[in-house]
């Protein structure tokens, strides 16, 4: 199956900094989605991409689909106290069936 | 509207207590997954009911047993569940219409699993 590497696994960063992390693809895909979830609740979706090079924007969040449909980043500035949790990359494989893939999750620590 | 429901949001259960986790979307999608999901890891796929049959079962014990009842609810039985069963169960839904590979899934907030 398709492997979403993410990096980096955990950060800690002072509030009012900005946050870039990203994901990276054995594969190509289509579609690349951001979610960040809390303890104990179900991710929560954040930016849909679905174009190669597409940069979408969503408040102080900026995701951008790569070119050669391998990778995606996750950009987030002024970092504020509840931007705290764990992000996941994920996308819809290309092959049949229903299949959806997960990165490996960067957890998120901001200071205040 | 893009929200799943998912009851109860916390479960206490023996391991010969049989019991049902509930999942519910009107968004009019016509996949939904059940996925099992440890602290600090990724949700693992179960699951998936595609146009109310099941598509994928990604080998999951039959103590585990899914049931799509219509194209808005799925449930997922329990019977006979082990302690390292013990994890959050979360559901989505996908409108899975045509191009899966542009599809984007909404999950709901998942239910809180102890076996005891």
């Known amino acids: 199956g398709q492997q979403l590497n993410q990096s980096p696994q955990s950060m800690f960063i002072q509030e009012g900094e900005d946050v870039s992390m990203n994901c990276t693809s054995s594969?190509?895909?289509?579609?690349w989605l951001w979610y960040k979830q809390d303890p104990g609740e179900g991710p929560v979706l954040l930016i849909a991409?679905?174009?190669?090079?597409e940069l979408t924007s969503n408040g102080r969040l900026t995701a951008q689909f790569g070119i050669t449909r391998k990778d995606s980043f996750l950009n987030i500035s002024a970092s504020i106290p509840s931007d705290v949790g764990i992000y996941f990359c994920?996308?819809?494989?290309?092959?049949?069936?229903?299949?959806?893939?997960f990165g490996t999750g960067t957890s998120l620590t901001v200071i205040p | 509207d893009t929200e799943v429901t998912q009851t109860p949001k916390h479960l206490v259960m023996g391991m010969t207590n049989k019991k049902s986790l509930k999942c519910e979307q009107h968004?009019?999608?016509?996949?939904m997954y059940w996925y099992k999901q440890k602290a600090k890891k990724p949700p693992e796929l179960m699951f998936v009911?595609?146009?109310?049959?099941?598509?994928i079962n990604e080998s999951v014990p039959s103590r585990f047993s899914p049931e799509c009842p219509n194209s808005s609810l799925l449930n997922l039985h329990l019977h006979a569940l082990q302690p390292e069963d013990s994890a959050l169960y979360l559901c989505?839904?996908?409108?899975?219409?045509?191009?899966?590979?542009?599809?984007?899934?909404?999950f709901g907030p998942g239910t809180r699993l102890t076996v005891l």
């Open positions: 989505a839904s996908s409108q899975d219409a045509g191009d899966i590979s542009t599809d984007t899934q909404y």
């Open positions: 594969s190509i895909f289509n579609t």
């Open positions: 991409l679905y174009k190669a090079g």
């Open positions: 994920a996308g819809p494989g290309l092959d049949t069936g229903n299949q959806f893939y």
């Open positions: 968004m009019g999608h016509r996949a």
């Open positions: 009911y595609s146009y109310e049959k099941l598509s």
